[in-house]
């Protein structure tokens, strides 16, 4: 029998997790009584301060709780147990006080959350003490932050208030409790002070300050023994406001007389940011926040003080803000109440405040703390040890501190020219207005300068093995840094950080990184390997990792003759962060603040919440929610998905808040679609094991819930855990076989392509045994390193590098030699030799390796030595570059033909990755020569001349028409450890769009490779806009670009994902296919669809309406194989395998395999349609015709055009009046990627390309100007061809 019983669903809470009412207990109250009777009393005694009252949601009980219905399952909240004192019951009799001791209260079981310890709660709420006052005072507000056994923290906001001593209502349960003849002549002139505290899960420091601000009017005004019920009604509010998800939309709630706001946080990886982020800027000045900074970012132990108690917490807050995303991990505690200074003696790293009063006792205890005094803007140790705490990075300090002093901190000055708001609310709403503003510069300029500090980490990163070579960045930073670094790369805090790295992470670190990197530097990201100095980093004579960024704003296509990179700003780099001086006039572009404008935001008005807090009144108040936020939804435009996501989240919030599961589910699915960010996964998939029986029968028999139910349900398997280790490089202490020494190779990160790397092998083994000893790995790697370090200190004077191409690197120079033209230095380039003479060191072009016509190893005979010479012949000399290299020569003689026949290669293919490959080979020669013992060692380095002996070996020449045709090479698979089959290519054109960044503005190449990766190409220049969106981990079949912001991927696992071209990002998935998507078709034109049509490999075919992501209509095709679709006048094309079936439309009969290929077995696997001549081309497999069918009669037998030497056909597309084909055939013998161009209107083959090493995958258009082919995974190189 089927269980129908629910589990019970633990709910998430809402703002509030705690209200407490704290102060004097009654007994002392009474004693204070006793004293001020005594007449010249002018001090009385500090009290102790402990809980009276506690609040913990749910405040409905349960006999008004709702009845259960079919579709609610038991709700419940998870409970620790407390106590609560209980209020005596009001007697009839007057109250005495009893001979004998008094008789303790009685206690009330209540629930605590985790993590609130209500015996340190007083204190914490009086760090200073509780001591009645003389005068009234005014509400003082402080802030808490309360951390658990687990980590967990929970954030507290007190507010304090008095209450005369002197009130019959002061006590409880509405009597006095002593004789009114003599208290009224006695208690007056005294004041006795209470606090509010409340706990929440989110660190909504000036909103729940505002809250209890408004709580505090009623509270002064209301008699003693309302004030309970007062609490409790405040607390409930707060108990029933969800808390907004992550993006724009911010909450919004009548707390009578405030509209108080409630921050979302930006998104799901940000913290809640409500407080004044500018608020350590005005008590420090910049250099002393980066000492701040300092000391958090090496973990010390730091104590910071204040006369203001709200300041310790705020000001803390804010630092830790600015560290994110980096995260303090330590003990975080920002108020000590005057009992708690023991806590300081711990030996661990921490971030703690106490009361400036206690700043020379803490100085003089205590040893190895670095003291902020917030009050005095100063940071300084205490008194027995001095704490050495290193300096930020020179660079990245001077251009934080100006662009600090270049922010508008002091909101008079900005909000002068505005006229005074007369309404409270709308004042209240400009100031806000203003803070957000100025927090969003803030936060920017500090992430900016964890970036630029932490920009090169992923420099010596290896991925695939999660290494850190931590030596080898050391040595790239400067020595005045190196300290720094050092003590930063061993806290846990950046340990943290190299898991994000490791993992991938889009965090906000990574999303600037990426925006504010050099296209230069994107470049040399993916092609340059091994990195070095280019000559425009020589030239502006500073580290080339440490400039600004700049960026091309180009919108067409590009001119793929000459694919280069811009020019970039030089910056000014003269400041040091521990003595920087204000500059003068006008500062420099790379410090003014960047003008970065913020990120709309919107608010939603929480309705009112009715008392008494009954049952009735909430669900009317759950209602009011359902309702407000229906009509929210209605009134959004079709293209506000990011809005409407977080209304799903709030509507599925409040429908499991009313026990609705089933419109739960139907609201987090509309939810799945959307927003994939802030799906509550856990929370939807406890919803559903808490449904009833028959509730959950009907949930699984609505198509777009059993999908969200599998998935949300579906068990974790047997996958192992992600490993999130980061392991530090270390040399091998053992032999190792081939597979170790590719790890160890890669896990360096000298090489990662497999194949080099097994080349290396085959050359450090030559003549042994194949296995490699630690020391020959280690004089190999000390050899690379070395030479690495070489080539980074080369200084060339400004006169040689005027010469020399900006983007040029020198990656090795001989040592000083005899040549032809003088004596002097050879320097190789990775596009030229030339002679670096000594002397007044001055250029001489020997040739570049495309104008090389031989390259031999001589001698020369001087006073009767031969001495090895190695001579260069080009087309443009008569006479021959000869240099007497000696014991160099033969090295120089193998790199430099390697070079050269690398360039051949390039120009050939277009591709310029021969000649980084080529590059790589001729720098490995140089470390195995330098590691092996020399008889032999020339003989092993030869085994890497791979091009070389590719040259002489086996001579290919590209065919006439296809070098014509092709026009450049790009790779995806750049970076990978092995080349990636290209499964699919989509492009989309640039756009110009005021409100995007500049990049999006780009046309872009979008190219799928296995496991659910998609690396986008900017194709203005054909570099790496996107080195990897994750998509699922399943094949890619189709994708399609909807709207301008949006890319469609159809999976193997049944899934469409849509990927933003923004964000480049992917958050939103449509799981209503039930298996693998093949195919996408887009209705009307791409940036405004009206509808989008997908199959699946079953026969399914949705229509999707573009804007809702709803499927408007469904149908089915029998039989199954649907392979692809296309859409033409209104009419769905649908191959399958042994069809191509029209649909929706006038032609009623389909193209069959049976009628028409009957001598053998066959089906179809690309088809176009050519409107304009009426045809339907098609291809089969096993064939090697293409077939032409006109539309008018499908039953006519099929005109062919035979595909010469054509083995195999994998795609079609039509470009303008030609079909292009991609498959293999045979080329020179070999089988070989080709593409076919077919004149659609002459029905005979135009051109024969031989495209690629391995078989063209897919093909796509480029506004009808290029085609791009992709290949197998042999090759898994892009191709990109101009059309006639």
């Given at each position: 029998m089927a269980e129908t019983a629910s589990q019970h669903l633990v709910l998430p809470s809402g703002l509030l997790e705690l209200c407490a009412l704290l102060g004097p207990s009654r007994d002392s109250l009474r004693g204070l009584e006793l004293a001020v009777q005594k007449r010249g009393v002018q001090n009385l005694p500090p009290l102790d301060p402990e809980v009276l009252s506690v609040f913990v949601p749910p405040f409905i009980g349960k006999e008004s709780s709702p009845a259960a219905g079919g579709s609610c399952g038991t709700l419940s909240k998870t409970k620790m147990r407390s106590f609560r004192k209980k209020r005596e019951k009001a007697k009839a009799e007057p109250c005495r006080a009893p001979p004998g001791r008094p008789r303790g209260p009685d206690v009330e079981d209540i629930g605590v959350p985790n993590g609130v310890d209500l015996l340190a709660l007083p204190q914490l709420c009086f760090p200073g003490g509780l001591s009645v006052a003389s005068e009234p005072k005014e509400d003082y507000v402080h802030f808490l932050v309360l951390t658990d056994v687990c980590g967990n923290r929970t954030y507290g906001v007190v507010a304090q208030y008095h209450r005369p001593l002197h009130d019959e209502y002061c006590f409880y349960n509405g009597k006095p409790h002593w004789e009114a003849s003599w208290a009224a002549t006695s208690a007056t002139g005294w004041f006795v002070p209470f606090a509010v505290c409340v706990i929440s899960r989110f660190p909504y420091y000036n909103a729940l300050r505002d809250c209890l601000s408004c709580l505090l009017t009623h509270l002064k005004l209301c008699k003693h023994f309302e004030v309970d019920n007062h609490i409790k009604d405040f607390a409930a509010k707060l108990s029933l406001i969800p808390s907004p998800p992550p993006g724009p939309l911010h909450l919004i709630f009548n707390m009578k007389p405030l509209q108080v706001v409630f921050p979302s946080r930006a998104d799901p990886e940000s913290p809640v940011i409500d407080l004044d982020l500018h608020l350590p800027l005005l008590c420090f000045r910049p250099e002393k926040v980066l000492q701040i900074l300092a000391c958090l970012l090496t973990e010390r132990r730091v104590v910071v003080f204040s006369a203001s108690w709200a300041l310790l917490t705020l000001v803390a807050e804010c630092f830790l803000v600015y560290l994110h995303p980096l995260q303090w991990q330590h003990t975080f505690v920002p108020i000590l109440s005057g009992q708690m200074l023991d806590f300081l003696m711990a030996p661990t790293s921490f971030l703690m405040g106490c009361h400036l009063s206690h700043f020379e006792e803490v100085s003089k205890e205590a040893d190895g703390l670095v003291l902020i005094n917030i009050d005095a803007g100063s940071v300084s140790s205490s008194s027995s040890e001095e704490v050495d705490v290193p300096d930020i990075p020179l660079l990245a300090a001077q251009v934080f501190v100006q662009r600090v002093q270049n922010l508008q901190l002091h909101r008079e000055l900005d909000l002068a020219h505005l006229g005074a708001s007369t309404d409270l609310n709308d004042g209240r709403a400009r100031r806000r207005a203003w803070q957000q503003r100025l927090n969003g510069r803030i936060q920017r300029l500090t992430l900016q300068l964890l970036v630029s500090i932490f920009r090169e980490v992923k420099n010596h990163l290896n991925y695939e093995h999660r290494v850190f070579n931590s030596e080898e960045f050391l040595k790239t930073r400067a020595p005045s840094d190196q300290r720094f670094y050092k003590q930063v790369l061993d806290t846990y805090m950046f340990h943290s950080f190299l898991k994000a790295r490791l993992s991938r992470r889009m965090d906000a670190f990574a999303q600037l990184d990426l925006s504010t990197q050099s296209e230069e530097d994107r470049v040399s990201g993916t092609l340059l390997s091994p990195r070095r100095p280019t000559v425009e980093k020589m030239a502006l004579g500073k580290p080339w990792s440490q400039r600004a960024a700049h960026r091309r704003m180009v919108v067409s296509m590009p001119n793929l003759h000459d694919v280069s990179v811009p020019e970039l700003v030089p910056r000014n780099a003269s400041l040091h962060?521990?003595?920087?001086?204000?500059?003068?006039?006008?500062?420099?572009?790379?410090?003014?603040?960047?003008?970065?404008?913020?990120?709309?935001?919107?608010?939603?008005?929480?309705?009112?919440?009715?008392?008494?807090?009954?049952?009735?009144?909430?669900?009317?108040?759950?209602?009011?929610?359902?309702?407000?936020?229906?009509?929210?939804?209605?009134?959004?435009?079709?293209?506000?998905?990011?809005?409407?996501?977080?209304?799903?989240?709030?509507?599925?919030?409040?429908?499991?808040?009313?026990?609705?599961?089933?419109?739960?589910?139907l609201d987090f699915q509309s939810l799945y679609k959307t927003d994939l960010r802030i799906f509550p996964g856990d929370l939807v998939r406890r919803a559903v094991q808490s449904m009833a029986g028959p509730v959950r029968a009907q949930a699984e028999c609505m198509p777009e819930l059993r999908r969200l139910i599998s998935e949300v349900l579906e068990p974790p398997g047997e996958a192992p855990k992600a490993d999130d280790r980061v392991k530090h490089f270390e040399l091998p202490s053992k032999h190792m076989g081939p597979d170790e020494f590719v790890r160890r190779v890669q896990e360096s990160g000298i090489v990662r392509d497999v194949n080099i790397i097994n080349r290396l092998f085959e050359a450090l083994t030559v003549g042994q045994q194949?296995?490699?000893?630690?020391?020959?790995?280690?004089?190999?790697?000390?050899?690379?390193?070395?030479?690495?370090?070489?080539?980074?200190?080369?200084?060339?004077?400004?006169?040689?590098?005027?010469?020399?191409?900006?983007?040029?690197?020198?990656?090795?120079?001989?040592?000083?030699?005899?040549?032809?033209?003088?004596?002097?230095?050879?320097?190789?380039?990775?596009?030229r030799l030339f002679l670096l003479t000594e002397g007044r060191p001055g250029y001489v072009d020997i040739s570049t390796f495309r104008d090389m016509q031989e390259v031999r190893s001589t001698t020369v005979t001087v006073l009767f030595l031969r001495v090895p010479t190695l001579k260069v012949k080009t087309a443009s000399r008569k006479e021959a570059f000869e240099a007497n290299l000696k014991s160099e020569r033969d090295l120089w003689h193998l790199m430099v033909k390697e070079m050269r026949a690398g360039k051949e290669l390039a120009d050939e293919h277009k591709d310029p990755q021969y000649v980084q490959q080529a590059l790589t080979h001729a720098l490995l020669m140089d470390a195995v020569v330098g590691a092996l013992p020399l008889p032999g060692a020339i003989y092993a380095a030869s085994k890497l001349s791979y091009f070389d002996k590719m040259k002489n070996e086996m001579p290919t020449a590209v065919p006439k028409t296809t070098a014509d045709t092709l026009k450049h090479r790009i790779n995806p698979s750049a970076g990978e450890t092995e080349p990636q089959a290209v499964d699919v290519l989509l492009y989309t054109p640039g756009h110009l769009d005021p409100a995007e960044k500049v990049g999006d503005a780009h046309p872009k190449l979008w190219c799928a490779l296995h496991q659910g990766k998609v690396v986008v190409f900017d194709a203005s220049s054909w570099t790496i806009h996107q080195h990897c969106v994750r998509v699922g981990t399943s094949k890619?079949?189709?994708?399609?670009?909807?709207?301008?912001?949006?890319?469609?991927?159809?999976?193997?696992?049944?899934?469409?994902?849509?990927?933003?071209?923004?964000?480049?990002?992917?958050?939103?998935?449509?799981?209503?296919?039930?298996?693998?998507?093949?195919?996408?078709?887009?209705?009307?034109?791409?940036?405004?669809?009206?509808?989008?049509?997908?199959?699946?490999?079953?026969?399914?075919?949705?229509?999707?309406?573009?804007?809702?992501?709803?499927?408007?209509?469904?149908?089915?095709?029998?039989?199954?194989?649907?392979?692809?679709i296309s859409l033409h006048g209104g009419c769905l094309w649908c191959c399958t395998g042994d069809s191509i079936t029209?649909?929706?439309?006038?032609?009623?009969?389909?193209?069959?395999?049976?009628?028409?290929?009957?001598?053998?077995?066959?089906?179809?696997?690309?088809?176009?349609?050519?409107?304009?001549?009426?045809?339907?081309?098609?291809?089969?497999?096993?064939?090697?015709?293409?077939?032409?069918?006109?539309?008018?009669?499908?039953?006519?037998?099929?005109?062919?055009v035979h595909l010469p030497n054509c083995s195999k056909v994998h795609c079609m597309i039509r470009v303008k009046r030609q079909i292009w084909v991609g498959g293999t055939g045979l080329s020179q013998g070999r089988p070989q990627g080709k593409i076919y161009v077919i004149d659609a209107e002459k029905q005979t083959v135009e051109k024969e390309l031989v495209a690629h090493a391995d078989t063209v995958q897919t093909l796509c258009s480029a506004e009808d100007r290029y085609v791009l082919s992709g290949s197998g995974g042999e090759e898994g190189k892009v191709a990109i061809w101009t059309v006639a």
């Open positions: 962060s521990s003595s920087v001086s204000s500059p003068s006039g006008r500062s420099s572009s790379s410090s003014s603040v960047p003008n970065v404008s913020p990120r709309p935001t919107y608010t939603f008005k929480i309705p009112e919440i009715h008392f008494p807090l009954v049952s009735q009144c909430v669900q009317a108040y759950y209602c009011d929610c359902v309702d407000l936020l229906s009509k929210a939804m209605n009134g959004l435009a079709p293209d506000s998905s990011v809005l409407l996501a977080r209304y799903y989240y709030l509507r599925g919030l409040v429908h499991l808040m009313q026990g609705q599961l089933l419109d739960a589910l194949k296995l490699i000893d630690p020391e020959t790995f280690k004089d190999f790697y000390t050899c690379w390193k070395e030479t690495e370090a070489e080539a980074q200190e080369v200084s060339l004077p400004a006169s040689v590098l005027e010469h020399l191409d900006k983007n040029e690197c020198v990656y090795k120079l001989s040592s000083s030699v005899k040549t032809s033209h003088g004596v002097g230095k050879i320097a190789m380039t990775q596009k890619l079949n189709c994708m399609a670009m909807v709207e301008q912001s949006q890319v469609w991927v159809g999976s193997e696992d049944s899934v469409i994902y849509i990927i933003s071209s923004h964000s480049m990002s992917c958050n939103k998935q449509l799981t209503d296919h039930r298996a693998s998507v093949t195919g996408l078709a887009v209705q009307g034109r791409p940036e405004a669809p009206s509808q989008v049509y997908s199959c699946s490999v079953d026969g399914t075919v949705l229509v999707w309406n573009a804007g809702t992501l709803r499927v408007t209509s469904r149908f089915q095709l029998p039989g199954g194989g649907l392979s692809s029209p649909m929706n439309s006038r032609i009623h009969e389909k193209l069959t395999i049976e009628g028409n290929f009957s001598e053998r077995s066959t089906s179809f696997v690309a088809f176009q349609l050519v409107p304009e001549q009426a045809q339907l081309w098609a291809a089969c497999s096993g064939y090697d015709d293409v077939y032409i069918w006109g539309l008018k009669d499908l039953a006519q037998p099929p005109g062919r």
